[in-house]
DNA sequence: GATGAATGAGTTTTCATTCAT
DNA sequence: GATGAATGAAAACTCATTCAT
């Protein structure tokens, strides 16, 4: 065949195996895998049932394949973000820009990374969960690279765990990510990216801040 | 009979609808909504299928009152932690740390919650969504509101919405919550409320600090 | 005790009883058999449902009993009206003017007569569908009792069976009484008893009684 | 494939809705629409259960359109009877005759019919009945024309309605094709046909025709 | 006698999957 | 390869009946 390129039997096989794809994603993301059927799937997706499953073994595979896709892109799109050369504090900036907008362009996609990121509702057989959870984690290091990149710099104050930062600034940014999804008008995401970098990064960044009275712990009432 | 209690009946009737209640939260937050057939529930229950029903009009009904039974307990701790009189700082370090153990004592009906609360898995009709929003803006008003008291004292730096400082706090929380769900070896919730605490008040908490930097805005790319 | 007389306890045990066939009644006619639960006529007689099965040993002996009060009422009152001594032509018209009262004052019951008599949707055992017929069979009886009677006085031909003419006759009341029923104010059935005797007469009149006879309508007892 | 023909497909899809219809309407005859499952119905009809579901949307579709099937037969035949050139007297005699051959050829067919015609014993949703009913009355109407032609021929009578004549003949017919099916060998409907006119049209008759035309009888068209 | 909570067999309906065409 | 009619296991839900109080 032609070396390293798709013949036209293959192309339309892809082609053709997205178009399901992205039915399913669709239908799944508003409704939830066990309120979608196959057969509605097929019919949306203009393919005879019996294509489907020519497709993929069975609902659970094309699910897979689904949220695998999805994680795919998330985790290449964000990966991508923080490769781009540049100062660390626009890289996190431009991180937590590119989230909002995945978010604005894919939001069922959203939807259904979350739910099945986080939730228990379906309870995922062979471990997609942990490939989800997974691809997640990596892009968090990634993120934590540029925390450790900044604090070899001495941008950034070196006292905290670099992931543990990571985290902190994923899930910050998560936060508002959902109340832009509650209430947009009063709580654009994109306005709240300064909001972010600022309750962030003035401890973070060095500076003198006392910090005696933030840090007294008192007993934990468990 | 006993004035102002309820009858020996009443008080079977209310045993037996929280013993069904509590099957149902571990099957569902076990396996998800769709993987639980009513006869399980009732099975496990040790009741007979028609009794579930006398309980519940239907699954979805059954579904929604463990919801809300849940959400009410959410909102029930929280809520009286920031009533308890005291300093803004404790009042938020003690949030913290009452979510904290929300969360340990109640980890079925955690990811239940938050399955619920963001995902879209199993679309809840008739605004069970709503009441469950409801439920958790409230726990942030209430949060918000001692944001508010800490400007008007002049401990918080008065510059951001007290909401959305609720919603960062909050937010950082459930990320150090899942994080501790996924790696509680590594990254146990209660050692990071300290740190919650770092990231989030050095810049709220007034202070001399230069926002120069951090602040500085490109123009964003949409 | 009381010779002959009931007893308080035996007056109450059948004013209950009849309480709850009453309710059946109604509602088996309004939605028909299998549409009424057991729970259903408890409730609306005020009854608990274990009450009821003292009363009737299962459901379906509740609806032959039901039907066989209601078989008695059609029966013991058509039968009645052909005993009152009179004129055989009076004894026939008032016969249909009484079918046009029971069908006003008991609409639903009517349609669970002719449902039962006629239809074959709900299969009664043990030959309750039998002793329907039969009872029905006794008032044509009856009804032909006059016919022949007729003939003996000469006021009837009497080429044709008594019998058949009792069918004939009672058929075609029923056929105005539902055309009453679809369409009550276009067909009211009380004017057709003069109609439905008009056609029914001069043929078997013998030709030589005078026609008068039988148009001459005394005031309707309503 | 054939012109303006079915493809083997339809052919196929519309045979085996027939068998199942035929299945149901022999069950539902017998037993009633409410003591016949499903599941039965499939079995009879050599199909599995999912496959009814394909064909009829739910219990009750396949119900009404068992019944609509059978109102059309019955209307169109009667119908088609009224419409063949003819004498008054021939066409209401043949309408007698063709409404026994209907009797006898579709017993089971029949007891549904006048069940959900006239009873009450299971609650036809969204206007069956009415269509029922309408059908039904179509057939009256038609009837009543032949009286309204006969009356203009001055062969009848002409002072009553000629749709309550209409609704008389035809009730008139139906308590003797009761008969029939109560007591088949004393009481065969075809012979009572002569009774019918008998009884009906002496009144209605003009008193000049010859009375020989009523009761001359020509071989019935079985 | 009266009660009504509890029962569970039986019903309708859905939907993932197969396979002959 | 593609099709979609057919399958039937499994789910939600109903309701006649029982029985401990």
Redesign the pocket.
Known sequence: MQNNTLTR?QR??LR?RNEILDVALRLFSEKGY?????????KKA??????????F??????YKALVLRLAETFHHTLTSVLEIPSDEMDKLRRFLQTKGDLFADNLPMIRLYFTETRGATFNIKAGLDTQLRQSHDEVLHKLAEVFKTGMRRKIFNSAADPYVLAVGLDSLSNGFLFLWLEKPKEHPYPEKVDMIMDIFFSQILRADVPKAKISSVEPKST
């Open positions: 039997r339309e096989y053709h066990h309120n979608v059927p196959m057969q509605e799937i097929a203009e393919f005879a049932i019996g294509t489907l499953y020519k497709f073994e069975n609902k659970e595979e094309l």
